[in-house]
Nanobody, 122 residues
């Protein structure tokens, strides 16, 4: 089994910064795409940023220039550096990853973290 554990959420004032981390552990042979999603209260979950295993990134328009996604393949960890935070960024943030548990498996399985709350408020 594979677990994703997020950390780094919290309360921050507008204009402030936070760095989220998400570490994958368990039975892992290979990790492909990793990403961060968020779900504001009462709204649908949306993709914030994604990164392939060779470092190609994509972002939702509302965070471009403010958020940076990165990963450490040796540690199976993905990060989200969030700068210039706004009240609209308040949400539960989830990481996900596509993982192969063994070399004999032909497809990647998608796993989710438990979520971490980010609140931007003065």
């Amino acid at each position: 089994q594979v677990q994703l554990v997020e950390s780094g959420g919290g309360l921050v004032q507008p204009g402030g910064s936070l760095r989220l981390s998400c570490a994958a552990s368990g039975r892992i042979f290979s990790v492909n795409h990793m990403g961060w999603y968020r779900q504001p209260l009462g709204k649908q979950r949306e993709l914030v940023a994604g990164i392939t295993n060779d470092g190609i990134t994509n972002y939702v328009d509302s965070v471009k220039g403010r958020f940076t996604i990165s990963r450490d393949n040796a540690r199976n960890t993905v990060y989200l550096q969030m700068n210039s935070l706004q009240s609209e960024d308040t949400a539960v943030y989830y990481c996900n990853a596509y993982v192969k548990s063994t070399s004999s498996v032909s497809v990647f399985t998608r796993y989710w973290g438990q979520g971490t709350q980010v609140t931007v408020s003065s």
